[in-house]
């Protein structure tokens, strides 16, 4: 089994709908989670952390269900602009890049 | 526009040539990193460099020998590549070498094409 999960997709939804996508950890130990987006022919930017509690920014919801061992990204009322491959982050441990596992990423097209 | 910056972001090289990448992050940093993207797969770190001493080597070919001069620059030196090393090769900097905040700064990437 993968350390990190993702479905590639690509998921294909219209402008103003809302998508949601899952990411799968193998490790119970892991400790912090993170949503990165990457833009085509662009570099990984952080996007944002999950807090344990599910924390919110905008348009953007990230949950963290430890006991099933996922954590998901919700993306509301969404914009052409949100197109891109967002990758799933997580850390076993703090303690440096090497313990960084990141996903291979879900791939949303939004279309007009 | 970004405060880490990739050169050459495009380059083609056959076999037996050697070339090299560099970076420079603006970000006052102390760690960097070099990554190696391949298509459909993960991220895979190969290189870590806090306080320009190198402290992961994620069992790279030699192929592939990294150069921190100091904190803000990282060089990967290319030499004898086989095709499968094309990939887009991104550099990073964070400002925590644990990188706790999981916040990795990357630069745009070069584009390798080894013929």
């Known amino acids: 089994r993968k350390e990190v999960e993702q479905d590639p997709g690509p998921f294909n939804v219209p402008e103003g709908a809302t998508v949601a996508f899952n990411c799968t950890y193998s490790n119970s130990a892991s400790q912090s989670f993170f949503w990165y987006r990457q833009d085509c022919r662009k570099e990984p930017k952080l996007l944002m952390s999950v807090y344990s509690s599910g924390n919110e920014d905008g348009r953007f919801t ?17 914009k052409l602009s949100d197109s891109a491959t967002y990758l799933c982050v997580v850390t076993p441990r703090p303690g440096g890049a090497s313990k960084i596992i990141f996903g291979s990423g879900t791939r949303l097209s939004i279309r007009p | 526009e970004t405060g ?34 391949s298509a459909k797969k993960p991220l895979e770190l190969m290189f870590v460099y806090n306080f320009k001493e190198q402290t ?49 700064f990357f630069g745009e990437g070069s584009r390798l094409t080894v013929l």
């Not at chain 2, 972001?9 to 560099?22: A, D, F, I």
């Not at chain 2, 069992?59 to 499968?84: A, I």
């Open chain 1, 62 to 78: 990230a949950q963290l269900n430890r006991a099933s061992q996922y954590i998901s990204l919700l993306i509301r009322d969404s």
């Open chain 2, 4 to 37: 880490v910056t990739q050169t050459p972001r495009h380059l083609v090289m056959g076999m037996t040539n050697k070339k090299s990448l560099k970076c420079e992050q603006h970000l006052g940093h102390n760690a960097m990193y070099w990554y190696k993207q």
């Open chain 2, 56 to 104: 992961e080597n994620n069992s790279v070919p030699s192929r592939f020998s990294p150069e921190c001069p100091n904190s803000s620059h990282l060089f990967l030196h290319l030499h004898t590549l086989q095709p499968e090393d094309s990939a887009l090769y991104l550099c990073a900097s964070s400002q925590d070498p644990n990188v706790n905040t999981g916040e990795l």
